[in-house]
């Protein structure tokens, strides 16, 4: 007889991360649950506050202008 063979281990529950102040794009994605395409979109038309640190880098955010930019979206949707 083999005691616990059938016991499955239990996952550890991950606890979500804070937010960095610098964000990468899947950062920024999963901080405004939006996908890629339309964090891109909302880039090229100049929608949302974003930086590259080189020409031709890679697409940053900072946090705190992300919550402003969500804070005034929703400011526009209540009037």
Same mark, same amino acid.
Not at 38 to 65: H, M, N, Q
């Given at each position: +007889?083999?005691?616990?063979?059938?016991?499955?281990?239990?996952? $550890?529950?991950?606890?979500?991360?804070?937010?960095?102040?610098? +964000?990468?794009?899947?950062? $920024?994605?999963?901080?405004? $649950?939006?996908? /890629?395409?339309?964090?891109?979109?909302?880039?090229?038309?100049?929608?949302?506050?974003?930086? /590259? =640190?080189?020409?031709?880098?890679? #697409?940053?955010?900072? /946090?705190?202008?992300?919550?402003? #930019? =969500?804070?005034?979206?929703? $400011?526009?949707?209540? /009037?």
């Amino acid at each position: +007889m083999k005691p616990f063979s059938n016991v499955q281990p239990q996952r $550890a529950f991950r606890t979500p991360a804070v937010s960095p102040e610098i +964000m990468s794009v899947s950062q $920024a994605c999963t901080f405004l $649950a939006i996908h /890629r395409n339309t964090l891109y979109k909302l880039i090229s038309e100049g929608e949302i506050p974003a930086f /590259r =640190l080189s020409k031709g880098g890679r #697409w940053k955010f900072r /946090r705190t202008d992300l919550e402003d #930019w =969500l804070n005034d979206r929703k $400011a526009r949707s209540v /009037r």
